[in-house]
């Protein structure tokens, strides 16, 4: 089992759609975890923290669930520039590296 | 304005042929990182620094090196480069501790070409 699992899609969805990606991570005592952003040929940049409580960043809203071992992604009025790939990312206790999913590729479509 | 970069943006070698690629960062970050990333595929964790300290991964080939000579330069060595080589090289920094520690932040990568 891969220590960090994606859905790889491509998710095709319209503007203005709500679209949602849950990611799941292998190892319980995990500690932070993140979603990268990535678009095609470029570098991963930052989207978001994700904290236990569940936070929001304008249309995006990540959410943590311990007991099952997930994280998700909620983008809500999907944008065109919104087309990405949206990488997971989970730091284990104990270890300084981060582990990255493959990312699920997100295609917003006019 | 940039804060990590990296040099070449583009490499193209010929098999067996070595390169270095490089990674020089304005951040003071603590820890750089090196991540190998194919196409469609996780970026994979080659080898870390925090400070000085060196941590490679445990399935990183003996072929690729690298050397951080002080805190704002990093280097990748790939001894022989193979096609199985062939990749984008993201650098990448973080604090290392206190508020952030764990953020990272990329370089625009080093894609190589392996003839």
């Known amino acids: 089992r891969k220590e960090v699992e994606q859905d790889p899609g491509p998710f095709n969805v319209p503007e203005g759609a709500t679209v949602a990606f849950n990611c799941t991570y292998s190892n319980s005592a995990s500690q932070s975890f993140f979603w990268y952003r990535q678009d095609c040929r470029k570098e991963p940049k930052l989207l978001m923290s994700v904290y236990s409580s569940g936070n929001e960043d304008g249309r995006f809203t990540a959410q943590l669930n311990r007991a099952s071992q997930y994280i998700s992604l909620l983008i809500r009025d999907s944008k065109l520039s919104d087309s990405a790939t949206y990488l997971c990312?989970?730091?284990?206790?104990?270890?300084?590296?981060?582990?990255f999913g493959s990312g699920t590729r997100l295609q917003v479509q006019p | 304005d940039a804060m990590v970069i990296q040099n070449p943006r583009y490499q193209v070698t010929q098999f067996g042929k070595p390169v270095t690629l490089s990674c020089s960062q304005t951040?003071?970050?603590?820890?750089m990182y090196w991540y190998q990333q194919k196409s469609s595929q996780a970026p994979k964790l080659l080898f870390h620094?925090?400070?000085?300290?060196?941590?490679n991964e445990a399935d990183t080939p003996d072929n690729f090196q690298s050397r951080r000579p002080n805190t704002s330069f990093c280097f990748l060595d790939i001894r022989s480069p193979g096609l199985g080589d062939a990749a984008m090289y993201l650098c990448?920094?973080?604090?290392?501790?206190?508020?952030?520690?764990?953020?990272?932040?990329f370089g625009a990568g080093s894609r190589l070409t392996v003839l």
């Open positions: 990448a920094t973080s604090r290392g501790t206190g508020s952030g520690a764990n953020v990272l932040t």
């Open positions: 951040l003071n970050h603590n820890v």
């Open positions: 620094y925090y400070d000085k300290d060196f941590n």
């Open positions: 990312v989970v730091k284990d206790t104990g270890r300084r590296a981060l582990t």
